[in-house]
């Protein structure tokens, strides 16, 4: 098995590798739909490290294990203790000598770069504060899906410059999507991010701005998240002012008649989202969260090399 291939973000692969994993993920899919007995997983096991809250990223990974013939152990912060128990790099060695992969979530993106150090099994990013992969690859089904098979739309990020931001960012620019990101200047994506964005000669584009009204203009769909991530807490009052001070709101004075959304979720109706978008026609955040599911089987499948 090559240990290389970690996920940590979604450039640790190639476009190439990129578009098969999501090739993979919709060709699972289709077998599960039509009930083919299929377990290429079998007596594989994915250990699943969490130090904060999931609901999606959870479930979906470890129902995708067991739809692929595999298994899933969760280990939460009271089980393992992380970095307080023993060092991450004693953790990361001792469970790559059990599981087959693990999937982290864990707070400090630098914390995961020492969990991959040290691992000699896949490492799978189940959201750090700096990037969020997975949820990129199912962002990315998702608008193939609805928008654009040959990923030829416009989409528009509203919001936090943040995890979710930043790995989406890296994706549009990797399968040529016509990108625009729209934060508050004091919480725009790191020009490093943009730069590895802007790396990949897929015939898209990737712009920033800070006037929400300009970048949802014309936008075949607008994607936003909450104003605060988790870890941010501290900082709820600070965020919340600059983010209503401007305008970030996604709600329907900002749309367009046509345009649809996406939200990674959990979702926080008043704030980065008005209730009415929300659960609008335009919503296409439940297939979006179910794409969760089918994107990490093809993850899961091409890491372990079990296609
Ligand atoms: N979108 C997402 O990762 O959701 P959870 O935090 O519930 O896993
Ligand atoms: N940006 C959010 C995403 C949750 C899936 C957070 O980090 O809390």
């Known amino acids: 098995m090559d240990v290389t291939r970690q996920f940590r973000d979604v ?36 250990a699943m490290l969490f130090e904060k809250p999931s609901t999606r990223t959870r479930v979906s990974f470890e129902t995708g294990m067991t739809q692929l013939g595999g298994h899933a152990i969760f280990l939460g912060p009271e089980d393992v203790g992380l970095g307080g128990r023993e060092p991450t790099r004693d953790l990361s060695r001792t469970i790559s000598r059990y599981a087959d992969a693990v999937m982290v979530r864990l707070f400090d993106h630098a914390d995961l770069e020492e969990f991959c150090a040290f691992a000699t099994v896949p490492v799978v990013n189940g959201l750090t504060d700096l990037a ?24 528009t990020w509203i919001g936090d410059g943040n ?9 549009c620019g990797m399968v040529g999507l016509d990108c625009t990101i729209c934060t508050p200047a004091e919480y725009a994506i790191e020009e490093s991010v943009l ?5 990949f000669d897929a015939g898209g584009s990737i712009e920033t701005t800070t006037d929400p009204r300009e970048a949802a203009a014309g936008a075949d769909v607008v994607y936003t998240d909450v ?20 305008d970030f709101q996604v709600n329907d004075a900002l749309l367009d008649s046509g345009t649809e959304i996406l939200h990674c979720l959990p979702a ?13 026609d335009r919503s296409l955040v439940w297939e979006q969260a179910e794409n969760r599911l089918h994107a990490q089987k093809g993850l899961l499948t091409f890491l372990l090399d079990a296609a």
């Open 163 to 171: 995890n979710v931001a930043r790995s989406f960012a890296v994706g």
């Open 195 to 199: 730069d590895r964005a802007r790396t």
């Open 227 to 246: 104003w605060v991530s988790m870890g941010e807490e501290a900082q709820r009052e600070e965020k919340l002012a600059a983010f209503k001070s401007g």
């Open 11 to 46: 450039d640790d692969f190639s476009p190439a590798e990129l578009e098969t994993v999501l090739g993979m993920a919709t060709d699972l899919k289709e077998r599960f739909d039509r009930g083919d007995s299929d377990d290429p997983l079998a007596n594989r096991t994915l």
């Open 268 to 280: 926080h109706r008043g704030e980065e989202i008005s209730e009415p978008v929300f659960e609008s």
């Open 132 to 155: 969020h992969p997975c949820q990129t690859l199912a962002d990315l089904l998702t608008i193939r899906k609805h928008l654009a098979s040959d990923f030829d739309a416009s989409v």
